[in-house]
């Protein structure tokens, strides 16, 4: 009774976070979805809608392509991904517990976490690559070749970390030890890595021939800023939930997720992680790891056998503990900025682009400046300099100068990242004789100075309502609304 009870509340608590957390949408989500807007919109794929600078900006080809489809249709697209995120959250439900109903209490505890739902809901590839990193785990464990090079391929599209699964799955698949000797099949390992090869190839072919570039553009932007750094022994702590698994000497399994994510953890902990909100990149490691050890430890077999070497009752609440452990990173005063940052982002960005989107109609602008531009460039619908690089291969390989900013002809800019301002954008704007409009408000510290050639009522007013957001005090009223009122 007591244990229907914890059970109960605990999916409580998970319908809780969604009606909190599933209105959150991150700006960068934006940023991907923009190329099916420009494809349907202007025939080209690209960050902007223009065939010049050919920029991958985005990590997740798959949701790239998916957004090709509410852009096609007419459809709203965020509602479209909120409902994509609603049915790979069903299914995936569904496809756990009918395989493991015995985890039903620790699924709901990991689902009570905040930090799941928001990525979840995010509007990035976080939760889709978890999920598939999880079956991914459980082919390797199972020893389901087919199944894992399927799941493979798919995750080619989803993470560029999968790179490393080229070498892996093929390695963890075709060779086995047994009686301490080395067997290699090597027929399944060399059918296996011509499978993946062939697709990651045509991926990157594509990539080459379409951008100019193999890689995203993330890899030269946010990789390697560092040669070591302290906090990759931090990261190691993700790899607690492998420990029980590995007592259950399921050593495959164990060795391919190592051999996997040691690799990534060290990339992480090397390199530059914007938008890392709720936890992001820890959530990518930590959170399949967790789930495999939910779904090994949902066996009562193996918690007999733990139990040989462990007390029973601990045993018994390890999978509930590793369900809920990711809260203790993530829990903090940013998750309550979490909840109400959508309405802000579309006061302030949304509007910001819509108004430069009647104000390139009217011909009085052509090309924008702003910073790591989603909701505001996708809104605009005109180019946009991504003066933090990640929009612009040109500029993140060559850097952003005064040379590049006259090529992209810039007449609207938007000054928040004082670095690339006060040596490039500032001294730009002010040959131009442009005109500092106002300054826009997303939050205390976050401001944003407008530039263009001319004042006009629709900027000031947009700055004015911002203005709202320039202290702490934190609106919560929209909470009070259904959360499927703010998937649009």
């Known amino acids: 009774m007591a244990k229907a009870l914890l059970r109960v509340s605990a999916w409580a608590l998970a ?43 985005y990590t997740n080809p798959i949701f790239a392509l998916l957004s090709i489809v509410p852009a096609l249709s007419g459809w709203n697209v965020v509602l479209f991904f909120k409902l994509v995120s609603l049915l790979a959250l069903v299914a995936f439900i569904i496809f756990f517990l009918r395989r493991r109903p015995e985890a039903n209490l620790s699924l709901a505890l990991f689902f009570a976490v905040p930090a799941a739902v928001i990525h979840i809901f995010s509007g990035l590839e976080t939760f889709l690559f978890v999920s598939l990193m999880l079956l991914l785990l459980m082919a390797i464990k199972n020893d389901e070749g087919r199944l894992a090079v399927a799941v493979s391929a798919a995750l080619l599209i989803t993470r560029p970390e999968s790179i490393l699964l080229l070498v892996l799955v093929p390695l963890f698949l075709g060779v086995r030890i047994q009686e301490r000797n080395l067997i290699v099949n090597w027929k399944r390992l060399i059918r296996i890595a011509l499978v993946l090869f062939s697709f990651a190839g045509l991926i990157y072919f594509l990539n080459l021939a379409i951008f100019g570039e193999a890689l995203p553009n993330t890899f030269f932007v946010k990789a390697g800023q560092y040669f070591f750094n302290g906090s990759f022994f931090l990261w190691l702590l993700a790899f607690v939930p492998l420990i029980p698994v590995a007592m259950l000497r399921l050593w495959r399994v164990v060795g391919f997720a190592i051999a996997f994510y040691l690799p990534v953890v060290f990339s992480y902990s090397t390199s530059y992680l914007a938008m890392d909100y709720a936890g992001r990149f820890a959530f990518q490691v930590y959170a399949p790891l967790a789930l ?113 900013v006259e090529k992209y002809a810039v007449d609207f800019a938007i000054i928040s990242d004082y670095t690339i301002a006060d040596s490039v954008m500032r ?19 976050y401001v944003m100075e407008i530039w263009t050639h001319k004042t006009d009522s629709r900027l000031i007013s947009v700055c004015n309502n911002s203005k709202k957001y320039s202290s702490d005090i934190q609106d919560f009223s929209s909470l009070k609304t259904a959360p499927w009122q703010a998937w649009q």
């Open 15 to 57: 319908l809780v976070n969604f009606w909190v957390f599933s209105r959150f949408t991150v700006d960068d989500a934006f940023i991907t979805w923009r190329y099916g807007q420009n494809l349907i919109g202007h025939g080209v794929w690209n960050y902007n809608p223009t065939s010049f600078d050919p920029t991958q900006a």
């Open 427 to 445: 001294p730009f704007v002010l040959r131009q004789s442009m005109v500092h409009v106002c300054d826009a408000y997303i939050s205390p510290t």
């Open 292 to 404: 495999l050890a939910i779904y090994v430890l949902a066996l009562r077999e193996n918690r007999e056998q733990l139990a040989q070497v462990w007390k029973r009752g601990l045993v018994n609440w390890l999978s509930p503990l590793i369900a809920i452990a990711l809260v203790i990173p993530t829990l903090n005063s940013a998750i309550a900025d979490i909840a109400i940052y959508y309405p802000r982002l579309q006061a302030v960005h949304g509007e910001l682009g819509r108004t430069v989107k009647q104000l390139s109609a009217e011909g009085s602008v052509h090309v924008t400046a702003m910073g790591d531009a989603g909701l505001f460039a996708y809104e605009s619908g005109v180019p946009n300099l991504d003066i933090r690089k990640l929009g612009t291969h040109l500029g993140a390989v060559n850097g952003v100068d005064r040379e590049l």
